[in-house]
């Protein structure tokens, strides 16, 4: 039983051939009970701007296996749509959609706030240029006073500061990360 960090470590050096086999379809093991919650958990403490693309993976990795799971969002979702919002990049939005778009209560547990990094207008303007409709319907649809108070609540959330350190059990990190 490794920890957290041996965990993000070994994603690190393996590089981004190797993660599907970690954490994704290629995976065997307890990835979704286990590794990619204990690597979610740990990139909540140890994140890096290095880390982007292994959040974005793990990001569609977890989408993928909630949708064919059928079974709800989680905490593991929404922690991995909220470091990227919290990244700010409005590239990681359409990401963010796609993962609040996988069943009902994905889309009532990932709030709108996550889909506006840089603000309403920002996001608004992104879904027009690259076309994604639906999402551009659901931004106009919003109170742009009221998403304020949301952006600012969900940046200064301390929602997952709870998180054990990242040299704890990759198992205690998955519990804590999925019992959230």
């Known amino acids: 039983m490794g920890t957290g960090i041996d965990l993000l470590l070994r994603a690190r050096s393996a590089g981004a051939d190797s993660w599907p086999s970690l954490f994704g379809p290629e995976a065997s093991g307890p990835v979704d009970a286990v590794d990619r919650p204990a690597i979610v958990a740990t990139l909540l403490k ?53 993962a609040k778009n ?47 108070e949301e952006i600012t609540t969900w940046r200064t959330s301390s929602f997952f500061a709870a998180c054990p350190a990242p040299t704890s059990a990759t198992v205690e990190l998955a519990a804590w990360l999925r019992d959230g």
């Open 46 to 98: 140890e994140r890096r701007a290095g880390d982007l693309d292994l959040l974005r993976a793990v990001t569609a990795y977890e989408i993928a296996s909630r949708k064919e799971a059928g079974d709800g969002c989680g905490v593991v979702l929404l922690a991995c749509c909220w470091m990227l919002f919290c990244d700010g990049r409005l590239e990681d939005v359409p990401l963010i959609w796609r």
């Open 102 to 148: 996988i069943n009902f209560d994905a889309y009532c547990y990932i709030d709108a706030a996550l889909l506006q990094p840089q603000g309403s207008d920002a996001s608004i303007a992104l879904a027009a240029r690259t076309g994604i409709d639906d999402l551009l319907a659901y931004l106009q649809r919003l109170l742009p006073g009221d998403m304020v």
